[in-house]
Nanobody, 127 residues
Framework: QVYLDESGGGLVQAGGSLRLSCATSARTFRNNAMGWFRQAPGKEREFVSL????????YYADSVKGRFTISRDNAQNTVFLQMNSLNTEDTAVYYC????????????????????WGKGVLVTVSS
């Protein structure tokens, strides 16, 4: 059974930073690309960032490029999302996801191309 355990969410003021973590099993981590999506209240789930299984290919949504950094630690079987310069529009539930063959085009990856999902972690940015 695949698990994706997110952590690191919380309340932060605009301009601040948070780092999200997503831990999984070694088997899942080795064989899958890992990504982050988010869903704000009243909005559809949207792509944030994804890193392939080697770490050699990374995608960012235009809305977070230059502010967010995705990385993966093979020793810890964990993917991280460092979020800097947060603004109120970043408020959302952030979901970790994994896929063996994600569907990505340009700078975007599709949510329906992901195979596994975490339960999500809330990030709230106050003004």
């Amino acid at each position: 059974q695949v698990y994706l355990d997110e952590s690191g969410g919380g309340l932060v003021q605009a301009g601040g930073s948070l780092r999200l973590s997503c831990a999984t099993s070694a088997r899942t981590f080795r064989n899958n690309a890992m990504g982050w999506f988010r869903q704000a209240p009243g909005k559809e789930r949207e792509f944030v960032s994804l890193i392939n299984w080697t770490g050699g290919r990374i995608y960012y949504a235009d809305s977070v490029k230059g502010r967010f950094t995705i990385s993966r630690d093979n020793a810890q079987n964990t993917v991280f999302l460092q979020m800097n310069s947060l603004n109120t529009e970043d408020t959302a539930v952030y979901y970790c996801a994994a896929a063996r063959t994600p569907y990505c085009s340009g700078n975007e990856c599709r949510a329906n191309g992901m195979d596994y999902w975490g339960k999500g972690v809330l990030v709230t940015v106050s003004s």
